[in-house]
């Protein structure tokens, strides 16, 4: 099993920053891809950000160049530095962690809300 815990989320105004982190656990050695996803009221999740073992990123085209992932593995924990925040940004973020080709765990979710 792999426990993962999202922070970071709040208000912020339109062109800020905030950085999420999402604090993993358990047997942390089982995964190979950690991803940041999203959901709005209404519409789809999607993946806005991911990073592999080999430390390989992968970005949504709605982000790319205002977010960055990253991870400490000392810490067993990845960040998503989200720059230029747009109110389209304004979403549930999620952490989830894959060994293959899904993702098997997720976190619980924190809440971004971008004013414009």
């Known amino acids: 099993q792999v426990q993962l815990v999202e922070s970071g989320g709040g208000l912020v105004q339109a062109g800020g920053s905030l950085r999420l982190s999402c604090a993993i656990s358990?047997?942390?050695?089982?995964?190979?891809?950690i991803g940041w996803f999203r959901q709005a009221p209404g519409q789809e999740r999607e993946c806005v950000a991911r990073?592999?073992?080999?430390?390989?990123?992968y970005y949504a085209d709605s982000v790319k160049g205002r977010f960055t992932i990253s991870r400490d593995n000392a810490k067993n924990t990845v960040y998503l530095q989200m720059n230029s925040l747009k109110p389209e940004d304004t979403a549930l973020y999620y952490c989830?962690?894959?060994?293959?080709?899904?993702?098997?765990?997720w976190g619980q979710g924190t809440q971004v809300t971008v004013s414009s």
């Open positions: 990073i592999i073992g080999s430390g390989s990123t």
């Open positions: 989830a962690s894959g060994t293959g080709v899904e993702y098997d765990y």
């Open positions: 358990g047997r942390t050695f089982t995964i190979i891809v």
